[in-house]
């Protein structure tokens, strides 16, 4: 296990449904990511937080809201979602070394094991 | 800008038979390379990670990687597979500014066949 844990593994929802996915890092990290994992397509970064604030944001759409209220977790609440939208969605945890600023030197991530999300 | 290509989208081998998954990069600054292993219905799991040290890199797993500057190349290695290695593979770059932390490859699937 690699320390960082995903809730729920598996999630069906409704395209009008309201759903939301915990991660939670048993490391001590300080930063912490959500990803997308579509097939075919490389991982793509949805949210980055670093010391409990927001630094990145690409250009996701706010049918995605995350919420981070502590260093330990990390939350990612769904709302009108579409098929296409249906991915593994994967949450890391990171020590940032440098602080919150856009050019910190980011370490290796650990990765938690996923949620599976089927939007139909 | 910083980019990742593996090669291959798909390797096959034979269980005993060495391995070798390549990866180049492109970066304008001193990068930090990664390659990370991810199993059926697991997240990513770090395999080994070079950080401007020793150029060849030894993972777990008995996986290795040289950092090849002049190539601008991460090829991971293992000089035997073993039907356990069957996995999507993905060669990672971190930058050390801009404004994404880590960009990924679009992964390798090796296959061990029996």
């Known amino acids: 296990e690699t320390g960082v844990t995903q809730t729920p593994r598996h999630l069906v929802m409704g395209m009008t449904n309201k759903k939301s996915l915990k991660c939670e890092q048993h490391?001590?990290?300080?930063?912490m990511y959500w990803y997308k994992q579509s097939a075919k397509k490389p991982l793509e970064l949805m949210f980055v937080?670093?010391?409990?604030?927001?630094?990145e944001n690409n250009s996701v759409p706010s049918r995605f809201s995350p919420e981070c209220p502590n260093s330990s977790h990390l939350f990612l609440h769904l709302h009108t979602l579409q098929p296409e939208d249906s991915a593994l969605y994967l949450c890391?945890?990171?020590?940032?070394?440098?602080?919150?600023?856009?050019?910190?030197?980011?370490?290796?991530?650990?990765f938690g094991p996923g949620t599976r999300l089927t939007v139909l | 800008a910083q980019s990742v290509t593996q090669l291959d989208s798909h390797v096959s081998v034979s269980e005993g038979t060495p391995v070798l998954l390549r990866c180049n990069y492109s970066?304008?600054?001193?990068?930090?390379l990664f390659w990370y292993v991810q199993h059926p219905n697991k997240g990513l799991q770090l395999l080994l990670k070079?950080?401007?040290?020793?150029?060849l890199v030894k993972g777990i797993n008995g996986f290795e990687a040289e950092f090849k500057k002049s190539e601008t190349s991460f090829h991971l290695t293992k000089p035997s597979a073993h039907m356990s290695d069957a996995a999507e593979y993905f060669c990672?770059?971190?930058?050390?500014?801009?404004?994404?932390?880590?960009?990924f490859g679009k992964g390798t699937r090796l296959s061990v066949i029996a």
């Open positions: 990672v770059v971190s930058v050390r500014s801009g404004n994404t932390p880590l960009v």
């Open positions: 937080y670093s010391l409990e604030e927001r630094v």
């Open positions: 070079y950080t401007s040290a020793a150029t």
């Open positions: 490391l001590g990290h300080n930063a």
């Open positions: 890391a945890s990171s020590q940032d070394l440098s602080g919150r600023s856009l050019l910190s030197s980011y370490n290796e991530q650990f």
């Open positions: 970066s304008s600054y001193s990068p930090s």
